[in-house]
């Protein structure tokens, strides 16, 4: 993915100048070789651990001199100028502090990478898996902005970190990423912040695309783990951000939410297994 995604950043990105800095975390694949090896002005920084993502974008805001600094996924792919049509957008529009793409599924679909500030409803929904067995409910279609029209240009709470153009400016004014984030709602607060502390908007902006694979290397993670990193990260930032009701819900919630989870993943899985011995079985008597 890393090989694809820089080969995409050089070919269609000709019209402004740009440095790529890739952060390792620490990978166990040819990552680092590839980007030092393979593509000539790359600049890698290398971890001996995994820092988590805040801080380790904080290593590429470190030693980037770009006007507009870009957080890009590995498992993305530019198409059709994008960053470049990012930085047009983001010059013509003074008051945009950080923009988004149209982020695009590896089947072509829309990918939904725009969301409202999270509540403890519908991170109850989350967290419990809920959201799998009761998908639209009232809660969770409004955080996830069901019906937000991907085609028009909006401003918006927040949008997805996997390709997240930021303006030098809010950087000056409101810093770089919290640390306290290892994993997930880093670039939430972000936008929370810009919010709060500027005068700066966040953006969508529907004509750059850009393919996201989606949780490539999450794949390797279990289950579990990602639960206990989303659930931190979900309680600090209600508690960073003075949401007290949301944070004493996530707190005192989590635990019966885990085990209706559990409950959930189960029931999911069995009716899962059995949706697919039936087909076999009508395939079995078909043929």
Not at 177 to 185: G, L, R, T
Request: hydrophobic content about 40%.
């Amino acid at each position: 993915w890393l090989r694809k995604c820089l080969r995409s950043i050089f070919a269609e990105t000709s019209e402004v100048s740009f440095e790529i800095i890739v952060v390792d975390n620490a990978s166990k694949d040819r990552s680092v070789q590839v980007a030092m090896n393979e593509f000539t002005g790359v600049r890698v920084v290398r971890n001996a651990t995994n820092l988590g993502f805040a801080a380790a974008v904080n290593q590429g805001i470190a030693v980037s001199t770009g006007r507009y600094v870009c957080l890009l996924n590995p498992d993305t792919e530019i198409s059709d100028r994008a960053l470049e049509r990012l930085v047009e957008f983001m010059d013509r529009k003074p008051d945009v502090g950080i923009a988004g793409p149209h982020l695009i599924n590896e089947d072509g679909s829309t990918q939904s990478s725009v969301r409202r500030f999270p509540t403890w409803s519908d991170q109850l929904l989350i967290l419990s898996k809920l959201h799998f067995l009761f998908p639209d409910s009232k809660a969770l279609s409004k955080y996830l902005m069901r019906g937000f029209d991907y085609r028009r240009e909006q401003v918006v709470d927040q949008v997805m970190g996997a390709c997240f153009m930021i303006r030098r400016e809010v950087i000056d004014q409101i810093g770089t990423f919290d640390e306290s984030f290892f994993i997930w709602f880093e670039e939430v607060d972000y936008c929370k912040r810009i919010k709060e502390r500027t005068s700066f908007q966040v953006a969508y902006f529907p004509e750059a695309h850009v393919l996201h694979a989606g949780g490539d290397s999450f794949q390797k993670v279990s289950a579990g783990k990602k639960r206990r990193w989303y659930a931190k990260s979900v309680r600090y930032y209600f508690r960073k951000h003075k949401q007290w009701g949301a944070y004493v819900a996530a707190v005192s919630i989590i635990p019966f939410a885990w085990l209706v989870g559990g409950v959930a993943s189960l029931y999911l899985k069995t009716k899962k297994g059995r949706a697919s011995a039936e087909a076999a079985e009508a395939s079995r008597k078909r043929s």
